[in-house]
């Protein structure tokens, strides 16, 4: 009896690796899964008194054993494969790759060294956690490990949602978003949605399938610079919770201003995007005399190129005027020596 005592009180002793788990025990999908023996994880039962234990699987019937533990010798039952189940030296059930059909009840009996059988029985589901540990927000420039992004909002924006999603996890979670302020936080009225997650098979996602995604979204009726909101997810999924921050920013549009061509432009851009004809003329003839700015050279013309041109072209005129005038210089002479040479003719007929 004294032996009995001090082993009850290095298993009470040894409290914080006991765990009290009366309630549902949840295996990560694809992953290493543990269902502890309740007897020897509450402490009510030392691991040293037990004799044998058997794990059944739906019922208690001798069909539905997995594999049994029994002076030190684990033996898989009914067909079942090495590999698939094994039991460690606390007498804790462990699936070697737990999958959703693994989820369901697990019946246990004990064998203590007193002959006496102790029963009972584990609820087991499996989960799934998020691809990424922070809640998404969308529209947020946010990297995939880190729990804060920004928001830009136009300055002149009046209405504004916020919507973050938790996607494919198992059991679901519950989104809300939270507004924080200085000296204190308030939680907001926001729509909520759950939508069931149902692969095909031949995406091969099975790790994925028959999931949940939540979505939250807040409207905000009015949006100031550098406010802060959190939206907050709660659950086993994601380790009971987990929150992302949002800051939002408003963005003010940049103008380049010409000061010598700021009147000219502005009237121009306004005659630009006129649609009316009429209200085009309109506008060019409100145009203050005072803005008027003197023509300019076409661009690539400079002055003394066009002063060249206009010369080469009065010395091409002046040649060809020079021309012209020498050649009736010529013809004139030519007729004056003919009608000389017939006067001559003419004189000479006479005189005889």
């Not at 790759?97 to 007193?114: D, H, K, M, P, W």
Request: hydrophobic share 35%; charged share 20%; net charge neutral.
């Amino acid at each position: 009896m004294q032996w009995v005592s001090v082993s009850l009180l290095l298993c009470c002793g040894l409290v914080q690796a006991c765990k009290n788990t009366d309630g549902i025990v949840f295996l990560e999908r694809g992953q290493r899964g543990v269902v502890p023996c309740p007897l020897v994880e509450s402490c009510k039962i030392p691991s040293g008194y037990m004799l044998a234990i058997y794990w059944y699987y739906g019922s208690t019937r001798d069909t539905s054993l997995l594999i049994s533990h029994f002076r030190g010798r684990v033996a898989p039952q009914n067909g079942i494969p090495e590999g698939v189940y094994d039991i460690d030296n606390e007498f804790s059930l462990i699936i070697e790759n737990v999958t959703a059909s693994n989820e369901g009840t697990y019946y246990f009996q004990v064998t203590l060294r007193s002959r006496i059988v102790e029963s009972g029985k584990v609820q087991v589901c499996d989960k799934v956690s998020p691809s990424r540990p922070y809640p998404t927000v969308i529209g947020c420039n946010q990297d995939h490990d880190a729990d804060t992004c920004e928001v830009r909002v136009r300055h002149d924006s009046t209405v504004r949602y916020l919507i973050c999603v938790m996607e494919q996890v198992k059991p679901a979670v519950q989104l809300r978003w939270i507004r924080l302020f200085l000296g204190g936080q308030t939680e907001l009225s926001a729509y909520t949605t759950v939508r069931p997650v149902v692969l095909p098979a031949y995406t091969g996602s099975s790790l994925r399938n028959n999931t949940s995604s939540t979505s939250a979204s807040v409207h905000l009726a009015r949006v100031d610079d550098e406010e802060v909101y959190e939206c907050e997810a709660v659950g086993v999924a994601v380790g009971n919770s987990t929150r992302t921050r949002v800051r939002l920013t408003k963005t003010h549009p940049t103008t380049v201003t010409h000061p010598t061509t700021a009147t000219h432009d502005t009237t121009y851009n306004k005659v630009q995007f006129s649609n009316n004809p009429q209200t085009t003329l309109d506008l060019a003839h409100k145009v203050s005399p005072t803005t008027r700015k003197p023509l300019r050279q076409p661009l690539g013309q400079p002055a003394a190129v066009i002063a060249l041109e206009v010369l080469l072209s009065i010395i091409v005129i002046a040649i060809l005027i020079i021309q012209v005038v020498n050649y009736f210089k010529e013809e004139i002479q030519q007729r004056t020596v003919h009608i000389a040479d017939e006067g001559c003719e003419l004189g000479q007929i006479s005189g005889v």
